[in-house]
C-alpha cells in the first residue's frame, strides 16, 4: 500500500480543497458551509513524482459523542490508525481558535508525524495566523493557499522527510513485482456502488460487509454527501476464493424537484457519477417502504448509463408479508424496467448479515457476462435461427434484409447488425432481437447495446449513409 496522509481540522479550514488539489481533481464537495465532509474519502495523490494515499475528513467538532458531529469526530479519530502522517489544517486568515487548540493537544498525543498547513496564507491577511499557529507547539507550519496552489513546493519540503522513504520502498516493490508478474488479462477487482433512495441502509450495508464502523451512519436521512469508495477483500464462503472488491457508497437520490439546496444537488451529482465508473450498480431498497416511482427512474438511469444492475430490498429482518412483498416487488420491476427483463432481485439485511454472500456472489456473475465477448460465428448461428424462428416484416411489400451480426465492444456488450433497409425495420423487431441475445447467449439481465448500419447508397447524396439513420443508407442505435 501507498503511504497514507490524513487531513485534520476543524471545519471550513480548506480540508477538501487541500484534497482535490493534491489528487488534482474535484472529488471532494466544496462549498463555503461547514461541515460539508462527514465520512473519509480516499484519493491518490502525487506532489513532485512522490506518490501517496491523501484521506480527507471531516471536520473536529467539540459536540455530543452521540449526536452527528460527534459521530463524525469519531470517524475522523479512527482514521489515524495504520496512517503514515497527518496533516492538521488551520485557517490563517481566521488565527487560531480554541478549537484548534483542542486538536493541536490530541494531535500531540499521537504516535505519529504531524505536518501543520497554515491554509489561506496568500496575501497580508494570513501573515499574523502563520505566526500564530507556531503557539499549537507542532513546530514551523507550511503556510500554503490550497486554492491557489501557492505553497506546495514547501507542503512537499515537509512531506518528504516522513514519507518519501517509504514511498521510494513501495515503487522498489512495484517494479520488482511488474518484472515477475504473467501478462494474464484480469478484469481486477470488482466496481460495486451502492445507490438509492436516502435513508435505505446504504452506508450501514456496506459497513456490515466490511465488519466495521467506516462509514457514517445513524437515523437521520442524507448522511452520506461525498460517494465514498473502500477497497476490500471478500472470501466467498462456497467457492473459498478471496475476491477483489470495490464498494461504493453514494448519496441518497430524492425526487428532481424535492432537491433544492446546492449541496444536494453536489451530492446527487456525485453519485451518478460514481454509477459511471463503476460495473456493478445495486439498487437499493427499504423493504418497510417498498418499490416507489423513484426507485424505478434510478434503475432506469443505471440501465441507460450501461451498467449492470441489481436490486436489493434491505431491512429484510423487519418485513411485513416477506413473500407477498418479494413478488409484488418483482412483479413491478418487469414492468417497469421493460428494456431489460429479469434484473436479479435479492432480500437482504444489514443488519444481520442475511442474503449479503449471495448477492455478492450474484455481483461478479454478473460482471462476467456484462464483460463477455460472443465469437462472431456463434453470433451469426444464433442470428440465423433468429430470423428464421421470426422473419423481419415487409412494409409495403418490401423486404428488409438483416445479413449479418457482429459484437464490437463490451462493458456493456454492444452489437452491430449490417442489412439493407434497415430505416423500416420496426422497434418491436429490434427489442425482438436484443431480448434474444440476453437470454440465448448468456447476457442474462445485462443491458445490451445493439446499432443498425446499411452500406452508402451511393445514387442518394441525401441519405449520404454515414451518421444518424435518417432514410436509406446510414445507421441507427
Given at each position: 500500500?501507498k503511504?497514507q ?5 476543524r ?5 477538501s ?5 493534491l489528487?488534482?481533481k ?13 465520512d473519509?474519502r ?9 506518490e501517496?494515499t ?5 471536520g473536529?467538532e467539540?459536540?455530543?459523542?452521540d ?6 469526530r469519531?470517524?475522523?479519530?479512527v482514521s489515524?490508525e495504520g ?13 487560531i ?13 499521537q ?10 496564507a ?13 503557539a ?7 503556510p ?13 519540503g ?9 514511498e521510494e520502498?513501495?515503487?522498489?516493490a ?8 504473467e ?5 481486477g477487482?470488482?466496481?460495486?456502488a451502492i445507490?438509492?433512495r436516502p435513508?435505505?441502509g ?12 467506516r ?14 469508495a473502500?477497497?476490500?477483500?471478500w472470501?466467498?464462503?462456497?467457492s ?7 464498494l ?13 439546496e446546492?449541496?444536494?444537488k453536489?451530492?446527487v ?14 439498487l ?38 416477506p ?25 437482504v439485511?444489514?443488519?444481520?448479515g ?12 454478473i460482471r462476467?457476462?456484462w ?12 442470428f440465423?435461427?433468429a430470423?428464421e ?19 464490437v ?16 425495420l ?7 432481437l436484443?431480448?434474444g ?15 443498425l448500419?446499411?452500406p ?7 441519405r ?14
Amino acid at each position: 500500500m501507498k503511504p497514507q496522509v490524513i487531513i485534520i481540522g476543524r471545519p471550513n479550514v480548506g480540508k477538501s480543497t487541500l484534497f482535490n488539489r493534491l489528487v488534482g481533481k474535484k472529488l471532494a464537495l466544496v462549498d463555503d458551509q461547514p461541515g460539508v465532509t462527514r465520512d473519509r474519502r480516499l484519493g491518490d495523490a502525487e506532489l513532485a513524482g512522490m506518490e501517496f494515499t491523501v484521506v480527507d475528513t471531516a471536520g473536529w467538532e467539540d459536540d455530543d459523542p452521540d449526536s452527528l458531529p460527534g459521530r463524525m469526530r469519531h470517524q475522523t479519530e479512527v482514521s489515524l490508525e495504520g496512517a503514515d502522517a497527518a496533516m492538521f489544517v488551520v485557517d490563517a486568515r481566521a488565527g487560531i481558535t480554541p478549537l484548534d487548540e483542542e486538536i493541536g493537544r490530541w494531535l500531540r498525543g499521537q504516535e505519529l508525524p504531524i505536518i501543520l498547513v497554515a491554509n489561506k496564507a496568500e496575501g497580508r491577511q494570513g501573515e499574523a495566523g502563520v505566526l500564530e499557529s507556531y503557539a499549537l507547539g507542532l513546530g514551523e507550519p507550511v503556510p500554503l493557499s490550497a486554492e491557489h496552489g501557492e505553497g506546495v513546493a514547501d507542503l512537499f519540503g515537509a512531506l518528504w522527510p516522513v514519507i518519501g522513504a517509504a514511498e521510494e520502498e513501495l515503487a522498489a516493490a512495484e517494479r520488482a513485482g511488474e518484472a515477475a508478474e504473467e501478462d494474464d488479462y484480469s478484469l481486477g477487482p470488482l466496481k460495486l456502488a451502492i445507490v438509492g433512495r436516502p435513508n435505505a441502509g446504504k452506508s450501514t450495508l456496506i459497513n456490515r460487509l466490511l465488519d466495521e464502523d467506516r462509514l457514517l451512519t445513524g437515523p437521520e436521512a442524507g448522511i452520506t454527501r461525498d460517494s465514498i469508495a473502500v477497497d476490500w477483500q471478500w472470501h466467498d464462503p462456497k467457492s473459498g476464493e478471496t475476491r477483489d472488491i470495490r464498494l461504493i457508497d453514494t448519496a441518497g437520490m430524492r425526487k428532481k424537484r424535492n432537491v433544492t439546496e446546492k449541496l444536494e444537488k453536489l451530492s446527487v451529482a456525485d453519485a451518478r457519477r460514481a454509477v459511471d465508473f463503476a460495473e456493478v450498480v445495486v439498487l437499493l431498497l427499504d423493504a418497510t417502504q417498498g418499490l416507489e416511482h423513484q426507485d424505478l427512474k434510478i434503475a432506469s438511469m443505471v440501465l441507460e448509463e450501461g451498467r449492470a444492475l441489481m436490486v436489493a430490498i434491505n431491512k429484510w429482518d423487519v418485513a411485513e408479508n416477506p413473500s407477498s412483498l418479494f413478488n409484488g416487488i418483482k412483479d413491478a420491476l418487469h414492468d417497469g424496467l421493460a428494456q431489460v427483463r429479469g434484473v436479479p432481485l435479492f432480500a437482504v439485511s444489514a443488519k444481520t448479515g442475511k442474503g449479503l454472500d449471495t448477492m455478492l456472489a450474484a455481483a461478479h456473475e454478473i460482471r462476467d457476462s456484462w464483460s463477455k465477448r460472443v465469437p462472431t460465428a456463434a453470433l451469426n448461428r444464433w442470428f440465423d435461427d433468429a430470423l428464421e424462428a421470426n422473419p423481419p416484416p415487409a412494409p409495403n411489400g418490401r423486404r428488409i434484409k438483416l445479413r449479418y451480426i457482429t459484437q464490437v465492444g463490451t462493458r456493456p456488450p454492444r452489437c452491430v447488425i449490417f442489412g439493407t433497409r434497415l430505416e423500416a425495420l420496426p422497434k418491436s423487431y429490434e427489442r425482438y432481437l436484443v431480448n434474444g441475445i440476453r437470454a440465448k447467449l448468456g447476457f442474462d439481465a445485462v443491458p445490451v447495446r445493439v446499432s443498425l448500419k446499411s452500406p452508402k447508397n451511393p445514387y442518394n447524396a441525401n441519405r449520404g449513409g454515414g451518421g444518424n439513420y435518417s432514410g436509406g443508407g446510414g445507421d441507427r442505435t
